[in-house]
């Protein structure tokens, strides 16, 4: 199995600050990376596909980037909107699909 | 834009069969991969597998031995039958559309989740 470790598992910030979340996968999955922002009691919503494609509708604040094994998602200027959990996905091994373990951004 | 909804009972017995039911609004269930996802309370998110509209299905092989996942295209829904279920198996349970772009898949359409109790 491709296992995806995400860090932090959680931070505080404030409206306005910028937000790096990084998810390191255990082995190359080229660009099959996507990231998911989850609202408590809400289905995930899907944010960014293949590593750095903004999903449509998704504010541009919002961007992903990719260096071999890591990828990061940064949100540029958080929102109150945006305190929420996130989850990056690979889909490299269709046979397997894997989440990682999430980050829960909350406020500071 | 492409609504999913699931239906099912919200309470199972330990050992039973849990069957859980996904309506696609549009007409494109012949037209992409359909997908079920779950999330025990307070943890993270699991795949459970995905049918495409032949038929074909891949799943987690941790479930592999209990699942059947199938495609009803007449009616735009598919379903999951989770065998033999156990406490570790309540969880809210989603159903996802599984795209494919020319460099990745994605789940980019959810349903808003059902919460399934396994109890006696």
């Known amino acids: 199995d491709i296992q995806m470790t995400q860090s932090p598992s959680s931070l505080s910030a404030s409206v306005g600050d910028r937000v790096t979340i990084t998810c390191r996968a255990s082995?190359?999955?080229?660009?099959?990376l996507n990231w998911y922002q989850q609202k408590p009691g809400k289905a995930p919503k899907l944010l960014i596909y293949?590593?750095?494609n903004l999903q449509s509708g998704v504010p541009s604040r919002f961007s992903g980037s990719a260096s071999g094994t890591h990828f990061t998602l940064t949100i540029s200027s958080l929102q109150p909107e945006d305190f929420a959990t996130y989850y990056c996905q690979q889909s490299y091994s269709n046979t397997r699909l894997t989440f990682g373990g999430g980050t829960k951004v909350d406020m500071k | 834009q492409v609504q999913l909804q699931e239906s099912g009972p919200g309470l199972v017995k330990p050992l039973e069969t849990l069957s859980l039911t996904c309506s696609v609004s549009d007409g494109s269930i012949g037209s992409y991969y359909w997908s079920w996802i779950r999330q025990p309370p307070g943890e993270g998110l699991e795949w459970i597998g995905y049918m495409d509209s032949s038929g074909r299905t891949n799943s987690n092989p941790s479930l592999k031995s209990r699942l059947s996942i199938s495609v009803d295209s007449s009616k735009n829904q598919f379903s999951l039958n989770l065998r033999s279920v156990s406490a570790a198996d309540t969880a809210v349970y989603y159903c996802?559309?599984?795209?494919?772009?020319?460099?990745?898949?994605?789940?980019?359409?959810w349903g808003q989740g059902i919460l399934v109790t396994v109890s006696s």
């Open positions: 996802a559309r599984f795209t494919h772009y020319y460099d990745s898949s994605c789940f980019d359409y």
């Open positions: 082995q190359s999955i080229s660009s099959y």
């Open positions: 293949g590593a750095s």
